[in-house]
């Protein structure tokens, strides 16, 4: 049979975003800004020395203060630059940033790459809260005692477990969470 590579090409420019760099270029910064959101986290995991539960609250309060004003006024904003600074000279076609028509706009290239963007920018929030999740719980469950042994009123004993490089630096360190206990 007859093979038509032009046909079949251009079915495949039609068919694919990635026919001009400026797309590949683009989610590239995009994956870029992506991979600095997951380095971060929502909470504070390292604690610099023993607190009370209210100072914790409060930490935990100004970190989350923190990294959703990152989140909404840098990350997103720096995304919508990434598209527009990418796009800017680009005229009429598939990608043009300055379409007004709805009806050319839902047959472009440029709503299937901004849904693109959209699914990674979905994708880093879900990995971002889960990895944020699991570093709190690991830092919170590393201050937690293996092990309490109760002798008396006044003779606690706590064993922690953890890793023999780790535990040197432990047993010289103070407890990172203070409480307090009420005898009735």
Not at 42 to 60: N, R
Not at 80 to 99: A, D, R
Not at 137 to 150: D, I, L, R, T
Not at 174 to 179: A, D, S, V
């Amino acid at each position: 049979p007859e093979y038509s590579f032009t046909h079949t090409f251009s079915g495949f420019c039609f068919a694919s975003l990635y026919i001009k760099s400026e797309v590949v270029s683009t989610l590239c910064s995009v994956a870029e800004a992506c991979l600095w959101l997951l380095a971060q986290c929502v909470y504070t995991t390292k604690y610099q020395k023993a607190m009370k539960l209210e100072q914790f609250k409060q930490i935990q309060q100004t970190t989350i203060k923190q990294i959703s004003h990152k989140v909404r006024d840098n990350w997103v904003v720096n995304l919508q630059k990434i598209v527009l600074e990418s796009f800017k000279n680009v005229g009429k076609g598939w990608f043009s940033v300055q379409e007004t028509n709805p009806d050319t706009y839902r047959q472009g290239k440029m709503k299937k790459l901004l849904s693109v963007i959209r699914f990674m920018m979905q994708d880093t929030m879900r990995y971002f809260a889960l990895d944020s999740v699991a570093q709190y719980c690991e830092g919170v469950e590393a201050q937690c005692p293996a092990a309490v042994q109760v002798r008396g009123l006044l003779d606690v004993k706590s064993s922690f477990a953890m890793p023999e490089v780790a535990a040197a630096e432990a047993a010289a360190s103070p407890p990172r969470l203070l409480h307090q206990a009420a005898v009735a």
